[in-house]
């Protein structure tokens, strides 16, 4: 070694800091070295010197100071006990807001989510599930709020003017036998309303706003009674054309005749109704009701007879009764008299002719509606399109499942919406409050750090 | 005398009387190796209630693993080198190159400390000088001598504080010393040339 490498090693020589071997290889070389000795020496005296470097005496308020500081720690740490409370709560805020923003907002943002889906469909449920009930009841059976629901519907749908004219027309014709006077008010009219018009007591259906009702008259091949009946029904069909079709195609195999036929399409749900009025030979009444029968649904379906035999024998007897006065009459003109009897004989004549046509009318009529059934038929399309619905239960399940499946999509769109509102109005609270938590948070860090300045990291 | 141990438990408890008594034990020590460090008044005394505060706040961490002085050494020497190369800014690894003694003082960076009124008594003279020289050190090279020659730690001590080799803290330490050795020769010549001038002028009148 030489004598750089030693002088490198003596103030470790000197400290006694050297491994063994190394301490004699110094040793060594200091014996034989003066120069190294005189290196060895003057930095003995520099330890020395060090080392005699006295203690420093602090200020008298070093001290005062020191203890100061040390009470105001201790009365800051006690203050900071609540606050750190606070301090916790805030940085859990600042962590939801903050750093985990996203998993801490999750959960919350769910549970919004799912109130605003859930309360504009609690909301719907009242009123609008009703409305949904009450199409759906249509094609269910009847009893079941159907009417209630059935006539809103139905006079929201313009048929208006059925239910006001069965009203007044349904107290009038209270006996079944005022057809005359009737009659001749209506005038040749609408059949419709002469329709109504036959529907007296026995007709009187529970939904006032049946669009028509009419009662099929049928004349019993039987000589002795004479019938007159009426069918009404209500079918809900899958498909509408279709089933006009069907009707019409049986109308003509009974040599039948349809009277009249409306259709309209509602707008809610984009059903299609309309009714027809048809004549079947009365014969052929019952054939004619078994065949609808598979069309649709039956949601109604009224059958009124009405015994018109008394009437009938009168109205015959009354003609035949003018009849005879009528020849009579002639007979009379025949034998001839002054003018002034003749013309008494005219006028007499005459008035029995007015009679005996309105008679003759009146007869007509009555073979009509006997010999020939009136069958309303109000169509329904389904809202949704099923088979043919036999009867309540799980069908109807399968139909407002469905239904309210769309309604939930709906109302789900809805909620997003109003979540969105509710986002939009909320967010201004939030920055406000976000602010907040800054604020504190970063007065508290910094009351923090001040108070522990051992904290602070280089 | 309570032990150190009791005015610790005590202290941890809260009782500020009890770490006040251990202040008084140790303070002097504290405030020594503080001002050494820095050289002035004003730095020893903030530094050195900083580490006895910081002491204080973290006795629950005190386990009892070593003596208390020995901890709280350990507390004023972060605190003292935090400050000091907060100041100085100077990179550990460039003070392990081979330097010459004139290069230190290029690497200086230090300000020259004030002298306070205390420090112009002519008996502490040579302490002054030392202090002087000892602030002209560089940081690492200052830690380690004062840790050595001051508070009598052992090498690996210092090598545990300063978180550095033990050929590192051998290397400063040498290299520190003859620095100041060179230095101390170097201005004692002047001295003892002044003198004799101003005596040859003395005599001359």
Redesign the interface.
Known sequence: MNCQEI??????YL?N?LEAHEKECVAGHLANCTACQAEME??Q???E???S???????P???R???A???Q??REKKKEVPQMKKGVFRGFLQNLFGAKRYSGLVPVAVALILLLLVSPVLLNNLPGMQGTKSEIAMDMAAPEDGGFSYSSTARSYGTDNYSLSLGPEMDKAGAGYDYMAENQAAGAGESRQMKIMNTTAPVAPPVPTDPVQTTGQVETEVLDRKIIKNANLTLTVDDYEQAVEEIRAKVVTLNGYVAYETEYTTDKLGTKRGSMQVRIPQSDFDTFLAGLEPLGEMKRKDINSQDVTEEYIDVTGRLNALRVKEERLLDILTKSGSLNEILAVENELANTRSQLETTEGRLRYLNNQTSFSTISISLEQAAVSTQQVTAGGLKGVGQWSKAAFIESINNILVGTGNLLVFLSAAVPYLVILILLVFIVVAVWRGRRSRK???DKE? | MYKDEELVARSKA?D?QA??EL??RY???I??LA??MFGN?HD??DL???A???A???LKGFRGDSSFFTWLCRIATNVCR?EL??RYRVSVESLDEEVSIGDWEIKKQIPAANPGPAELYER?E??QE??DLINTLAPEFRMA?IL???QGQ??EEIAEQLECSLGTV??R??RA??Y??EK??TQQAQVDQREQISQRKRLSI
């Open positions: 002088r490198e090693k003596l103030s470790a400290d800091e003057e930095l005296k520099i330890v010197q060090l080392s470097l006295e203690e420093i005496i602090p200020p308020e070093f001290h100071e020191l203890f500081k040390l009470e720690g201790v522990n300045p051992a280089e | 809260g500020l770490f006040d202040v008084c303070e002097r020590k405030y020594t001002y050494r008044y020893a005394s050195a209630q900083e006895f505060l910081r204080f706040q973290s935090d190369r907060k502490q040579l302490q030392l202090q001598l050595r020659d001051i052992s090498y051998k290397s330490i040498s010393r003859s100041l050795k101390i020769l």
